[in-house]
């Protein structure tokens, strides 16, 4: 059974930064995939990013040059820093795992982009 625990979500003005946290608890990160996958209201959830096995990464289209997810192995915690923060960036931002075909998620953190 694998944990998520995400973090960092908050209001921010257009162009500005934010810093999600995704702690992980019942195996090793760079054992699984983890992405990043976020929700408008009204929308369906869809993929922002991943990194496999601590190595290989992806980013939606819509994200590319502008967030970028990482790892910190001995934290067990997948990141995704958010930079040139848009309107259109905000939702609901979930931390997925997979792990031997099961797959995780967290409760989600919340990413609010206005001015």
């Known amino acids: 059974q694998v944990q998520l625990v995400e973090s960092g979500g908050g209001s921010v003005e257009p162009g500005g930064s934010l810093r999600l946290s995704c702690a992980a608890a019942g195996s090793m990160i760079c054992k699984m995939r983890v992405g990043w996958y976020r929700q408008a209201p009204g929308e369906e959830r869809e993929f922002v990013s991943v990194?496999?096995?601590?190595?290989?990464?992806s980013y939606a289209d819509s994200v590319k040059g502008r967030f970028t997810i990482s790892e910190d192995s001995a934290k067990n915690t997948v990141y995704l820093q958010m930079n040139s923060l848009k309107p259109e960036d905000t939702g609901m931002y979930y931390c997925k795992a997979v792990l031997d075909w099961e797959t995780y998620w967290g409760q989600g953190t919340q990413v609010t982009v206005s001015s």
């Open positions: 990194i496999n096995g601590c190595q290989l990464r």
